[in-house]
């Protein structure tokens, strides 16, 4: 380029996303000085177009600052731009979209699809209530037991005989022949007693089953709000991609007009494919989201948008509160306290097992020797003697014992894991409260002023680039916080009930007494 060289070219900085400011530039032998204000002035325009908005602030600054910075890092330590301009076909090409491995659903881009399904968390709530197959096992508990109950209380079947005797003798047809009909009267109340038994029993699966539908509706939200969060940072992390390919561009066109150097090229090409990873990976953890709701849910769900609110809407109550309502209400609780009144049932009806049943059997017959009609009857009654039911008694005794126990022992439980969970949920609402209250708004002015002070040549562009990554990360985990709240909250609320996909819960706990040829 020769010395005396006068003319000034117009220096047009483009992205992909469209023109963005238009300036001068001096030719080459120009002073360092000079070129150093023209830059200044090129970011400047483009970050005080970034900061019209709240959403542009974060889209266009990245995009020129963290390729900018390099350039005026690498001018201050060289003395000036590189000695050779390289034409634009030998320029090394903007990277292309990863390859490797592609999950086709990855492909699918619900933004330019108007037609897809949105997703919100009352439909997949209705549809879990519908096809989650849990819920079904649980309700199909309750059903047995009523079923029990009804075979539990049934009065013994009476008994037809036919009874010959000596037939045959001196070849006759025998010295009697007849029928005898025998029926046994329970007492002492027990069918009474075992049916009323198996229809607490089913109280105690009613509980159980109210605790599955708990256990689907919070894993179904709690998965939901995962899902609602990907998708959140997902569009941050597409703001940020524009920003990388914006900063690529122009990198390039400051190359072309001597105000950058072959390294921030290929620098601007590593840190647009590096944010296109981090894209990817974001639009991963978001299918695997929308995958793991689909089988809670129990039916397919298509990869498509969510639709929702993060944000929390009221606190929740102090601890002590809370916990006497999980106390009070959980269906955990309720069905523990069900299972001792079906414990001391069993007692009252093993107690009275031993009383024993009356047997009359009787009939008509033909005594074949005399010639005449004859009738039968008898009446059978067990003797207690040795066996008077001690030992299922004591057993039923203990099971009363060990489910007094067991209640208190689910209380105590229900307050180490509300423990837990108030503390996650607390120091998750301080965190989202305060971000939105002072670190965001602080963060936004932050950058603001770095921009002002930019302009006013008071400090570097590498500063503005830092200020502008801590305002994204800011808000990234704002979302994450704004998540855990939402979670813990739901799974308070719930009465801290998870596994969507466990297998119901039977009324009867391990070894209890269950194992008899009737119900009783």
């Given at each position: 380029m020769q010395s005396n060289c006068t003319t000034t070219p117009t220096i047009k900085v483009y992205t992909l996303h469209g023109y963005v400011a238009e300036g001068s530039s001096t030719?080459?032998?120009?002073?360092?000085?000079?070129e150093s204000m023209k830059r200044r002035l090129l970011h400047l325009l483009i970050a005080l177009t970034a900061t019209t908005t709240y959403q542009t602030v974060v889209a266009q600054d990245a995009s020129m600052g963290q390729m900018m910075s390099m350039d005026r890092s690498m001018?201050?330590?060289l003395g000036g731009v590189g000695d050779q301009v390289l034409p634009e076909s030998d320029l090394p090409p903007l990277p292309d979209m990863p390859s490797g491995f592609a999950d086709f659903?990855?492909?699918?881009?619900y933004a330019d699809n108007a037609t897809v399904e949105i997703h919100t968390l009352e439909t997949v709530l209705a549809l879990a209530a519908g096809n989650n197959p849990t819920i079904q096992q649980a309700r199909l508990h309750v059903s047995a037991e009523t079923s029990k109950a009804l075979q539990a209380g049934l009065y013994p079947n009476?008994?037809?005989?036919?009874?010959?005797?000596?037939?045959?003798?001196?070849?006759s047809a025998g010295e009697f022949q007849g029928f005898e009909v025998s029926q046994r009267f329970v007492t002492a109340g027990k069918l009474q007693l075992s049916r009323l038994k198996y229809r607490q029993r089913a109280h105690v699966a009613e509980h159980l089953a109210i605790a599955q539908t708990y256990?689907?509706?919070?894993?179904?939200?709690?998965?939901?709000?995962?899902?609602?969060?990907?998708?959140m940072r997902l569009e941050l992390q597409r703001e940020i991609e524009k920003t990388a390919e914006d900063g690529a561009v122009t990198t390039r066109e400051q190359y072309n007009q001597g105000q950058a150097n072959l390294t921030a090229v290929r620098r601007a090409n590593v840190m647009l494919q590096k944010q296109r990873l981090e894209r990817m990976a974001t639009e991963n953890e978001y299918r695997d989201a929308l995958r793991r709701l689909s089988a809670i849910v129990g039916v397919p769900?298509?990869?498509?948008?969510?639709?929702?609110?993060?944000?929390?809407?009221?606190?929740?109550?102090?601890?002590?509160?809370?916990?006497?309502?999980?106390?009070?209400?959980s269906p955990e609780v309720l069905a523990a306290r069900a299972k001792l009144r079906v414990d001391?049932?069993?007692?009252?009806?093993?107690?009275?097992?031993?009383?024993?049943?009356?047997?009359?059997?009787?009939?008509?017959?033909?005594?074949?020797?005399?010639?005449?009609?004859?009738?039968?009857?008898?009446?059978?009654?067990?003797?207690?003697?040795?066996?008077r039911n001690q030992g299922t008694i004591r057993q039923a005794c203990q099971d009363l014992r060990r489910q007094q126990f067991e209640i208190q022992r689910m209380e105590l439980h229900l307050k180490e894991r509300l423990a837990s969970a108030y503390r996650t949920y607390a120091t998750a609402l301080q965190h989202a409260t305060e971000y939105d209250r002072v670190v965001i708004p602080e963060m936004r002015a932050a950058y603001r002023q770095l921009l002002v002070s930019y302009k006013d040549n008071r400090i570097a562009w590498p500063d503005v680039l830092e200020g502008q990554r801590d305002y994204f990360q800011a808000r990234m985990e704002q979302i994450d916080q704004f998540k855990h709240v939402r979670q813990q909250e739901t799974m308070i609320n719930g009465f801290l009930l998870d596994g969507g996909l466990m297998a119901a819960e039977g009324p009867v706990p391990p070894g209890h007494i269950d194992a008899v040829a009737k119900p009783r």
């Amino acid at each position: 380029m020769q010395s005396n060289c006068t003319t000034t070219p117009t220096i047009k900085v483009y992205t992909l996303h469209g023109y963005v400011a238009e300036g001068s530039s001096t030719a080459r032998h120009h002073s360092k000085d000079s070129e150093s204000m023209k830059r200044r002035l090129l970011h400047l325009l483009i970050a005080l177009t970034a900061t019209t908005t709240y959403q542009t602030v974060v889209a266009q600054d990245a995009s020129m600052g963290q390729m900018m910075s390099m350039d005026r890092s690498m001018t201050q330590s060289l003395g000036g731009v590189g000695d050779q301009v390289l034409p634009e076909s030998d320029l090394p090409p903007l990277p292309d979209m990863p390859s490797g491995f592609a999950d086709f659903d990855t492909a699918y881009d619900y933004a330019d699809n108007a037609t897809v399904e949105i997703h919100t968390l009352e439909t997949v709530l209705a549809l879990a209530a519908g096809n989650n197959p849990t819920i079904q096992q649980a309700r199909l508990h309750v059903s047995a037991e009523t079923s029990k109950a009804l075979q539990a209380g049934l009065y013994p079947n009476p008994v037809l005989m036919y009874v010959g005797e000596k037939i045959g003798s001196d070849g006759s047809a025998g010295e009697f022949q007849g029928f005898e009909v025998s029926q046994r009267f329970v007492t002492a109340g027990k069918l009474q007693l075992s049916r009323l038994k198996y229809r607490q029993r089913a109280h105690v699966a009613e509980h159980l089953a109210i605790a599955q539908t708990y256990r689907v509706t919070n894993a179904v939200e709690v998965q939901f709000i995962e899902a609602l969060a990907a998708s959140m940072r997902l569009e941050l992390q597409r703001e940020i991609e524009k920003t990388a390919e914006d900063g690529a561009v122009t990198t390039r066109e400051q190359y072309n007009q001597g105000q950058a150097n072959l390294t921030a090229v290929r620098r601007a090409n590593v840190m647009l494919q590096k944010q296109r990873l981090e894209r990817m990976a974001t639009e991963n953890e978001y299918r695997d989201a929308l995958r793991r709701l689909s089988a809670i849910v129990g039916v397919p769900l298509s990869i498509g948008p969510t639709e929702g609110e993060l944000r929390p809407s009221n606190a929740l109550e102090s601890f002590d509160t809370v916990l006497a309502r999980l106390i009070t209400e959980s269906p955990e609780v309720l069905a523990a306290r069900a299972k001792l009144r079906v414990d001391q049932t069993t007692v009252r009806r093993e107690q009275v097992e031993w009383i024993p049943d009356i047997t009359v059997q009787g009939g008509p017959g033909y005594n074949f020797s005399n010639g005449d009609d004859v009738y039968n009857a008898g009446v059978q009654i067990e003797l207690p003697i040795y066996d008077r039911n001690q030992g299922t008694i004591r057993q039923a005794c203990q099971d009363l014992r060990r489910q007094q126990f067991e209640i208190q022992r689910m209380e105590l439980h229900l307050k180490e894991r509300l423990a837990s969970a108030y503390r996650t949920y607390a120091t998750a609402l301080q965190h989202a409260t305060e971000y939105d209250r002072v670190v965001i708004p602080e963060m936004r002015a932050a950058y603001r002023q770095l921009l002002v002070s930019y302009k006013d040549n008071r400090i570097a562009w590498p500063d503005v680039l830092e200020g502008q990554r801590d305002y994204f990360q800011a808000r990234m985990e704002q979302i994450d916080q704004f998540k855990h709240v939402r979670q813990q909250e739901t799974m308070i609320n719930g009465f801290l009930l998870d596994g969507g996909l466990m297998a119901a819960e039977g009324p009867v706990p391990p070894g209890h007494i269950d194992a008899v040829a009737k119900p009783r």
